[in-house]
């Protein structure tokens, strides 16, 4: 119990002193909790907090703060892909600490953690609340960003000569694993620098998180091009629209257009192996398909089928980051489809569409704004209040404090057994299995 209890404990730069300058009358403290009660995965399979109920300080704005807000510098940096909702967050956070809290000194670090590193010559940017009031209808994020590992040392050297007091970083399991190193590096230092992070992965695949910024939007996106995909399938003899998103490891994006959009008829994901061949194999169902129905609509989460593809088809390396490069599934998909199709002599129009980075480089709708607008605010307030090690999150419809490890050690999946791929299915028609 001792051990569950402290992996959710948030760390403290030092007694909180000053009155905050908030007007409010929904000041949280510490001591609230929400319970995290309900099943986890680890390594496949189910487990339960074995009785112990998993609880999580509840996000807000502190009676008390550590910080005294006209002296504080805070710095703001990005860091991973892009993602709808980076500027809302961006601007979020300006706004709060200029307008709320009276902090004046804000700059943002630009291209990532190379922005803290000497060598690469990035200039810091100043962020003033003029500079930002507009920045949420632009795609991307106005401090660019970067991939790859950073030597942390340097990085805390950068955050110690600019005398940064607070250091908010946007990213996903990476910055998060990489903002837990920092977090470790300046508390070895005894340096009063909090750390907070603002998870960022339009795969939704936290563990922990109920839904990350960027997926809302990235859904609608998807259905407008599944929607495309369908009217050209329709529109030839024996048309096939094949439809490639974004989810390395889970396929979240991928079953929820799937569901928001209603006209897929197979959706193929990281979560759920599948064979090519065999009578119950997927080209053996896309034909029985296409024959009864003359057209159909295919979408395909780009972790999907890496063990299909024989490694010298696509050798994969790796990206800046580490990550292992995946396998195209997409091309070969559109290849054994097209293959298989000329050897049973029927004659298909396939249309194979890849949206990733139109997807990922526009801005964010309406429901992602109210989130990012949300989380920039918590962020704020916990840095004020001397908090560091952590990000703000939402779980179970609250927003609450984790630390860093809690949400970068193992990914969110579906569940195969779950309710949310039975309805894919039941939305598809597709086979409960294409094994075999």
Known sequence: MKRQMQD???QDLGERKISSPLMVGYFKTDDEQIIYDIHLKRQG???KSRGIPISME???????????????KAAIASCGGLCPGINDVIRAIVMELHFRYGVQNIIG?????????PRYGHEVMELTFEMVKEIQDLGGSILASSRGDQDIGEMVDALE???IN????????????AAELITREVTRRN??????GIPKTIDNDLVLIQKSFGFDTAIS???KIIQCAHVEAKGAPMGIGLVKLMGRQSGHIAASAAQAQGDANFVLIPEIPFDLEGEKGFLKCLEKRLLSRKHAVIIVAEGAGQDLIPPSAFPPGKDASGNLKLRDIGLFLRDQIELHFKKIGVEVNLKYIDPSYMIRSVPANAGDSILCGILGQYAVHAGMAGKTGMLVGLVNDEFVHLPFKAVSSQRKTIDPSGNMWMQVLESTGQPFSMKG
């Not at 009676?63 to 002296?71: G, M, R």
């Open 8 to 10: 959710f404990k948030i």
């Open 45 to 47: 399979t189910r487990v």
């Open 58 to 72: 509840v996000a807000g704005p502190r009676e008390t703060i550590y910080f005294d807000p006209p002296k504080v």
């Open 109 to 117: 670090i630009r291209y990532g953690f190379q922005g803290l590193i």
């Open 161 to 163: 000569r600019m005398n």
């Open 166 to 177: 607070v250091f908010f970083m946007i990213g996903g399991d990476g910055t998060m694993r």
């Open 191 to 196: 340096l009063k620098i909090g750390v907070i």
């Open 221 to 223: 996106e998807a259905v």
